[in-house]
């Protein structure tokens, strides 16, 4: 995939928020295109497995127990330096230290449950996008 590509997810909690439209808009608005998207639910074991890198944190249960607590909106975003510009549109893990104007800053409620996801490198933006699309899902 290029490295031109973040992958996001609408957290259960922004989506019973009522929060998904508010949020599609502002990353519209901050320039990413929408290249592919689902409005789905992890299982467990799918959210276990996507976090999987954080199975020895103190908070994974917990992690895993809120991810698959309702529906999310999958999605693959473009833009150049997406997966840093991407972060910096949703702003810090915990919005108590998130940035004025921020996703974060304006949806989340606590360091968990914290309304949305951004790939953290392009090599995980490419493994976590793989991982709820087909290629026939995604369109550059
Ligand atoms: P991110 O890259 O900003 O999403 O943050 P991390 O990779 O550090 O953590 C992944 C996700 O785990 C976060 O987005 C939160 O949903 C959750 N998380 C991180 N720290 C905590 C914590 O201290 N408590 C709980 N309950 N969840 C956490």
Do not use: C, W
Not at 17 to 22: E, F, P, Y
Not at 39 to 50: H, I, P, R, V, W
Not at 120 to 130: F, G, L, M, R
């Amino acid at each position: 995939m290029a490295t031109n590509r973040t992958f996001t997810m609408i957290k259960p909690d922004a989506v019973k928020n009522g929060h998904i439209g508010a949020i599609l808009q502002q990353i519209n608005a901050g320039g990413f295109k929408i290249v592919a998207m689902k409005y789905t639910k992890l299982s467990a074991e799918k959210a276990g497995e996507f976090y999987a890198v954080h199975a020895e944190r103190p908070f994974y249960g917990e992690l895993v127990e809120f991810m698959s607590s309702g529906p999310i909106v999958a999605a693959v975003l473009e833009k150049d330096n997406a997966v840093a510009d991407f972060r910096t549109l949703i702003g810090a893990t915990n919005p108590a230290e998130a940035a004025e104007g921020t996703i974060r800053k304006q949806f989340a409620t606590s360091i968990g449950e914290n309304a949305v996801h951004g790939s953290d490198s392009d090599e995980n933006a490419d493994i976590e996008s793989q991982f709820h699309f087909a290629g026939t899902e995604i369109f550059g």
